[in-house]
């Protein structure tokens, strides 16, 4: 279950749904990423991917105690608002670069931490949060 805030401007109205658990992702060997929102999708997602993988035949003992699932990458990328440009970028801190998609300034907050912070659209801020969804 995750739940969502929901971060709106005081001036303009515009408005931020950020969910506490981000953006869960496996990265298949292409480099493709495939998101999964919610956990049953999990299993849906782990059989599609494992199919098209090819698996190393040659080299197996070798590679299957280092890493079984040869190729594949799982993370997180939680979205992240563009301080610029107001763009959304999904991001994982652990392996991507800190910068929107769009337009490439490195001023990108993640969504769940915009409290205060000056709205990307006027001159406004961003309220305390209130609650959204739950999923
Ligand atoms: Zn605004
Ligand atoms: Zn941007």
Redesign the pocket.
């Known amino acids: 279950m995750a739940m969502s805030t929901i971060y709106t ?1 005081d ?2 109205g ?1 408005e931020v749904d950020a969910w506490d658990d981000g953006n869960p992702y496996v990265q298949d060997s292409k480099g493709k990423r495939h998101y999964f929102y919610h956990p049953e999708n999990e299993i849906d997602l782990m059989g599609k991917l494992r199919e098209p993988i090819p698996l190393p035949t040659s080299n197996w003992e070798e590679s299957e105690e280092s890493e079984p699932f040869f190729g594949i990458h799982t993370g997180n990328a939680p979205d992240h608002l563009c301080r610029k440009c107001g763009k959304i970028s999904q991001i994982d801190p652990e392996v991507d670069k800190m910068i929107c998609k769009k337009c490439k300034s490195d001023e990108v907050t993640e969504v769940t931490s915009l409290a205060g912070l000056k ?1 990307p ?2 001159s ?1 801020h961003f309220d305390q949060g209130s609650e959204g969804g739950i999923s």
Do not use: E, V
Request: charged content about 10%; hydrophobic content about 10%; aromatic content about 12%.
């Open positions: 401007c001036t303009c515009f709205c659209k006027c406004g």
